[in-house]
C-alpha cells in the first residue's frame, strides 16, 4: 500500500480503489489473537477537531499494549476518519511484538458512503483482517436485535449487508459491528463476541482505549 493520503481528494481517490478491491475472505483459525486499537484527540467533546491536533493511539492485545503519537491532516469529516486517524493507527499495531490475527477498529468498515471506511483501510494498510466496532452506524440501518446476549441483526446498506447490530448484555444497548477488511459480518459478530465480557466494549478494544487516554494524559500532564 502507499502512504496514508493527506488530503481529502487523495483519500476519496485511495477510497474508492479499496472499494473496488476482492480480497480473499478471511479464515479464522480456532483461537485467533485478536487486538484492538483506538485514537484520541486532545478533547472528547463532540466537535470536528483540526488540522494539526495531536493524536494519541494504542493496540493492545491484551494484556500487552504499544503506543504512538501523531497529528492530524485535517478536521473531523464523516467518511474521512483516516485524514486524522490513520497513519498514528498504524504505527501504534506495528508498536506490538507480533501481529495479531485479526484486528477491531473503533470505526466503521463498509458501512461508509465508499464502502472503505477506516476499518478497512487501516487493514489494507496492514495487511491484517479487521472489523469495525461502533456505537452508532454511519449510513446502514436496521431493527435492533432481541434482548439477550449475542442477539444480533443485520444493518444494510443500499441492500448490502455491511454489518450487524450486536446484543453484548440483555439490557444493555446494541452496538454496531462492521465488516472490515477480509472480513464480513458474521464473522465480525463471532470474533467480537469471542472476547466480549460484561460490558459493551470488547475488551482489546476497551483496553486500547485506556491506554490511549491515559497516555494524552501524560502528555498534558507533562506540558503544565
Do not use: N
Request: proline residues 11%; hydrophobic residues 40%.
Amino acid at each position: 500500500m502507499p502512504d496514508w493520503p493527506d488530503t481529502i481528494d487523495a483519500l476519496i481517490a485511495a477510497q474508492t480503489a479499496l472499494a473496488a478491491q476482492r480480497p480473499e475472505p478471511w479464515q479464522p483459525p480456532e483461537h485467533p489473537r485478536v487486538a484492538g486499537c483506538f485514537v484520541c484527540f486532545p478533547s472528547d467533546e463532540p466537535g470536528p477537531g483540526g488540522d494539526g491536533d495531536m493524536a494519541w493511539a494504542a493496540a493492545a492485545i491484551p494484556p500487552e499494549t504499544a503506543t504512538a503519537i501523531g497529528t492530524t491532516h485535517g478536521e473531523y469529516r464523516p467518511g474521512l476518519l483516516a485524514l486524522r486517524a490513520g497513519p498514528v493507527l498504524e504505527e501504534a499495531v506495528r508498536a506490538l511484538d507480533s501481529p495479531p490475527d485479526v484486528l477491531i477498529v473503533d470505526a466503521t468498515g463498509r458501512d461508509h458512503p465508499r464502502r472503505a471506511g477506516l476499518a478497512v483501510h487501516l487493514g489494507a494498510q496492514l495487511e491484517i483482517p479487521t472489523i469495525g466496532v461502533t456505537h452508532r452506524t454511519l449510513l446502514a440501518d436496521g431493527e435492533w436485535p432481541e434482548a439477550e446476549r449475542g442477539a444480533h441483526a443485520p444493518l444494510t446498506l443500499e441492500g448490502e449487508t455491511v454489518g450487524a447490530w450486536l446484543r453484548i448484555q440483555p439490557r444493555a444497548r446494541p452496538i454496531a459491528v462492521h465488516a472490515g477488511w477480509r472480513t464480513d459480518a458474521e464473522t465480525a459478530v463471532e470474533i467480537v463476541m469471542s472476547v466480549a465480557s460484561k460490558v459493551r466494549t470488547p475488551e482489546p478494544l476497551r483496553q486500547a482505549r485506556r491506554a490511549a487516554r491515559l497516555a494524552r494524559a501524560r502528555a498534558i500532564a507533562g506540558a503544565r
